[in-house]
């Protein structure tokens, strides 16, 4: 089992910043690979992106390539998602989550989500 918990969402004003973090407890976090996904109102829940066991390797979607950057901390359990240059299609509630083997796979484990608002 792995218990997830994001923070660090809330309102930007676009092209501003914002850091989310997710802190893992349970299973070895070391051992997981780790992803971010979000759904905006209306829409499914989208791959944002994902980060290998080590963090050596890291995927991005398409639409967030070069503005996003995902790392983690193992020794804190911790995953983040650095974002910068937001826009008002970033609002989404931001979904962390853990266990799949492969970056857009099936994930097991997720947290209950963190609202970001991007105003234009």
């Known amino acids: 089992q792995v218990q997830l918990v994001e923070s660090g969402g809330g309102l930007v004003q676009a092209g501003g910043s914002l850091r989310l973090s997710c802190a893992a407890s349970g299973r070895t976090f070391s051992s997981v690979l780790m992803g971010w996904f979000r759904q905006a109102p209306g829409k499914e829940r989208e791959f944002v992106a994902a980060?290998?066991?080590?963090?050596?390797?890291?995927y991005y979607a398409d639409s967030v390539k070069g503005r996003f950057t995902i790392s983690r901390d193992n020794a804190k359990n911790t995953v983040y998602l650095q974002m910068n240059s937001l826009k008002p299609e970033d609002t989404a509630v931001y979904y962390c989550a853990a266990g799949a083997e492969e970056p857009v796979g099936l994930y097991d484990y997720w947290g209950q989500g963190t609202q970001v608002t991007v105003s234009s």
């Open positions: 980060i290998s066991r080590s963090g050596d390797s890291t």
